[in-house]
């Protein structure tokens, strides 16, 4: 079974208050799966992110959370969840383990982060200037519809996309209305 890459590149209106009751849903189901293999105390946040987190944006019907862990804890946690839950883990690295899952019909990607990872940190940086920028989440999702019209591969969707993150990056940087609690990450070219 190949879940991560079995969905269509597929745009669908915002449907924003529907994703957050879903990302909830998720959220519980992975913190009472943690709870039950007693690794709830290595999680140190799970977050929205991804297009369906940001408000009047459109996105793949995916809604993908990071599941932020200690450093240690990556594969035990992403195991957990694999064994409990379902869906297939991939290991990318030793700081982010996805797992993707399906539940009553919805796909969620879990992305368990090691805590110093970048990765969960430019999740949460680009979630929160799109929504607090209308005019950068306009644009992303031009990009995101020309992208998907041209690819059907998500790898070259993905890539097709890097350019302009690293100006979501950058404008983190120097927007005065954002703050976060850790550093903001720059995109390696």
Same mark, same amino acid.
């Given at each position: 079974?190949?879940?991560?890459?079995?969905?269509?590149?597929?745009?669908?209106?915002?449907?924003?208050?529907?994703?957050?009751?879903?990302?909830?849903?998720?959220?519980?189901?992975?913190?009472? &799966? =943690?709870?039950? /293999?007693? %690794?709830?105390?290595?999680?140190?946040?799970?977050?929205?992110?991804?297009?369906?987190?940001?408000?009047?944006? /459109? /996105?793949?019907? !995916?809604?993908? =959370?990071? !599941?932020?862990?200690?450093?240690?804890?990556?594969?035990? !946690?992403?195991?957990? =969840?694999?064994?409990?839950?379902?869906? +297939?883990?991939?290991?990318?690295? +030793?700081?982010?383990?996805?797992?993707?899952?399906?539940?009553?019909?919805?796909?969620?990607?879990?992305?368990?982060?090691?805590?110093?990872?970048?990765?969960?940190?430019?999740?949460?940086?680009?979630?929160?200037? %799109?929504?607090?920028?209308? &005019? %950068?989440?306009?644009?992303?999702?031009?990009?995101?519809?020309?992208?998907?019209?041209?690819?059907?591969? !998500?790898?070259?969707?993905?890539?097709?996309?890097?350019?302009?993150? +690293?100006?979501? %990056?950058?404008? /983190?940087?120097?927007?005065?209305?954002?703050?976060?609690?850790?550093?903001?990450?720059?995109?390696?070219?």
């Amino acid at each position: 079974m190949d879940i991560a890459n079995d969905d269509p590149i597929e745009l669908v209106p915002s449907r924003y208050d529907a994703w957050r009751e879903r990302f909830a849903a998720e959220r519980d189901r992975v913190e009472t &799966a =943690l709870a039950d /293999a007693g %690794l709830e105390t290595a999680v140190e946040r799970i977050e929205h992110v991804g297009s369906t987190a940001v408000p009047d944006l /459109a /996105a793949k019907d !995916i809604v993908d =959370l990071d !599941i932020v862990v200690r450093d240690d804890a990556v594969a035990d !946690i992403s195991r957990a =969840l694999e064994a409990e839950l379902g869906g +297939e883990r991939i290991e990318n690295s +030793e700081e982010w383990h996805p797992v993707f899952r399906r539940e009553n019909g919805q796909r969620f990607n879990d992305h368990v982060f090691a805590a110093s990872s970048d990765g969960w940190k430019v999740s949460v940086v680009t979630r929160d200037v %799109l929504a607090n920028s209308p &005019a %950068l989440r306009r644009e992303y999702e031009s990009l995101k519809r020309e992208l998907a019209a041209d690819h059907d591969d !998500i790898v070259a969707y993905s890539e097709g996309k890097t350019a302009f993150l +690293e100006r979501v %990056l950058e404008s /983190a940087h120097s927007d005065e209305d954002l703050s976060f609690e850790f550093t903001v990450p720059v995109l390696e070219p």
